[in-house]
């Protein structure tokens, strides 16, 4: 299973995504947040991480879990 969880975030003026823990960005730049945030999300689900969106401002918007969620949480 692939580690490093998929990151998107913004950068000069661009939206990006990254895998944590490695160097350099990955699938491009955006002009919106929405778009790599789509892009950012069918990455994590390919790779079966978790999808870390943040804000502009660098803080964590939402968090979604695509295949490693832990097993034994009741609901």
Same mark, same amino acid.
């Given at each position: 299973?692939?580690? =490093? ?15 944590? =823990? ?5 699938? =491009? ?47």
């Amino acid at each position: 299973m692939p580690t =490093g969880d998929v990151e998107t975030f913004h950068e000069d003026d661009a939206w990006l995504n990254r895998i944590s =823990g490695e160097a350099g960005t990955i699938a =491009g730049t955006y002009r919106t947040k929405a778009e790599a945030v789509e892009a950012g999300r069918e990455i994590a689900r390919a790779r079966k991480v978790e999808h870390i969106v943040k804000n502009e401002n660098g803080r964590i918007a939402e968090r979604s879990t695509y295949g490693h969620g832990p097993r034994d949480i009741r609901g």
